[in-house]
């Protein structure tokens, strides 16, 4: 049975691990440097959220992170990308006021999810929230 828990400090090292595996799955624009950079700097980002994870079972199945109205991240697990995972957590965020979120343009199947979920463009930078060279499209409700 799938259902949505707050995280702590100590979800963090599963949380790393399903994050990377994620990753790997959906982001091929990073490199194995730009990998190990954002990993190492995940325990900053992690503290600076409120994070919930969706369970299958005892399993982590995927995770977010809020801040305010903002979805500051969202994975799900790679043997669990399109089977609803996702979708649960975005409509949690909703129903907590979440309205913006940020998505790499190098990443069409995470632009496509979140428009979907009736999530628009409303912006574009060229880098990343950490000066890295990846365009960023900033999609509101």
Same mark, same amino acid.
């Given at each position: %049975?799938?259902? /949505?828990?707050?995280?702590?400090?100590?979800?963090?090292?599963?949380? *790393?691990?399903?994050?990377?595996?994620?990753?790997? $799955?959906?982001?091929?624009?990073?490199?194995?440097?730009? /990998?190990? $950079? /954002?990993?190492?700097?995940?325990? *900053?980002?992690?503290?600076?959220?409120?994070?919930?994870? /969706?369970?299958? +079972?005892?399993?982590?199945?995927?995770?977010?992170?809020?801040?305010?109205?903002?979805?500051? %991240?969202?994975? &799900?697990? !790679?043997?669990?990308?399109?089977? +609803?995972? +996702? *979708?649960?957590?975005?409509?949690?965020? &909703?129903?907590?006021? $979440?309205?913006?979120?940020?998505?790499?343009?190098?990443?069409?199947? $995470?632009? !496509?999810?979140?428009? !979907?979920?009736?999530?628009? &463009? !409303?912006?574009?930078?060229?880098?990343?929230?950490?000066?890295?060279?990846?365009?960023?499209?900033?999609?509101?409700?």
């Amino acid at each position: %049975m799938r259902h /949505i828990r707050l995280c702590d400090t100590t979800d963090f090292r599963e949380l *790393t691990l399903l994050w990377e595996r994620s990753v790997r $799955a959906t982001h091929s624009f990073l490199s194995e440097e730009d /990998i190990a $950079a /954002i990993r190492a700097n995940l325990p *900053t980002y992690f503290a600076n959220v409120v994070l919930y994870a /969706i369970t299958d +079972g005892d399993k982590i199945g995927g995770f977010i992170g809020l801040s305010d109205n903002r979805i500051e %991240m969202l994975f &799900v697990d !790679a043997d669990k990308i399109g089977r +609803g995972f +996702g *979708t649960i957590l975005i409509n949690h965020a &909703v129903s907590l006021g $979440a309205t913006h979120v940020d998505v790499n343009e190098q990443n069409p199947d $995470a632009l !496509a999810f979140y428009q !979907a979920k009736g999530f628009r &463009v !409303a912006g574009r930078s060229d880098l990343d929230s950490d000066g890295r060279p990846f365009p960023i499209l900033h999609l509101s409700l």
